[in-house]
């Protein structure tokens, strides 16, 4: 009788081996690594949306629905994020270039200003080996955002960075304002739509015109059209303060 129980106990431990569960899936290591704005916050809906820890082996539904999901989908939604935060980086790394930008010129302006000349030699030494200092820590700074163009928009570019380099250097506020303003009027005589269409606005709408500036402007692209207009905007705000102060 007893070997008889036995023999029914060995059976049934056997029979619950055979049917056992198979031991949890190890999960998956993430297919990127984790941004580095969130690797040191606690949070996780800091996370912009994203999150690469649905990606665990075994897992068999998306995230944000119960329908069955493939290894294509899973790849094109990490891709939209990473889409997403370079086009943030691009406009991040863009707005530090126009800060960059400013400070060149900040420093442009106080080398031609005319009061360096009412200066004793030994002072005007001395701020121009304080703004050499200065221009060498900023030139430490390495931002590129590249831009495509053509040989002739790379051209017209640096036509149109002359200009305006002569134009800062004048020393004249009066004559130097009212030369930026007609580079200005001549950014906002002709723009150009986001479908590729030309605006064109009559001379008398803006002011006068500098053609020159004009017909290279026509030749940069659509992001160095904008960002040429934003230098010069920024530089009209000070002229304009200069010339009051006078």
Known sequence: MLENLRGIFRKRRRCESDTAPPPPPAKEAEIIPPYPEDIDDETPESNDGF???????????????????????????????????????????????????????SMDLIKSNEMMQNMSEAEREEIILY??????????????????????????????????????????????????????????????DPSGHMDTVHEADVGPIDKKFESVLLGCTLDDQKNIKKRLQALMAYLNKQTVSH
């Not at 119960?66 to 790849?75: A, G, L, V």
Request: with cysteine.
């Open 131 to 192: 703004i050499q200092r200065v221009s060498s820590r900023l030139a430490t700074v390495d931002l590129n955002v590249r831009t495509v163009r053509d040989n002739s928009q790379e051209d017209s570019l640096s036509q149109i960075n002359v200009l305006i380099d002569s134009m800062i250097k004048m020393g004249d506020p009066v004559i130097g304002r009212q030369r930026c303003q007609l580079y200005l009027n001549a950014c906002c005589s002709s723009s150009m």
């Open 51 to 105: 999150d690469a820890s649905w990606t665990e082996e075994g897992s068999s539904h998306s995230p944000h629905s119960d329908r069955p999901f493939n290894t294509s989908e899973r790849f094109v939604t990490i891709l939209d994020n990473l889409d997403a935060r370079v086009e943030k980086l691009r406009k991040d790394a863009l707005n530090l270039q126009e800060k960059k930008d400013y400070l060149l010129m």
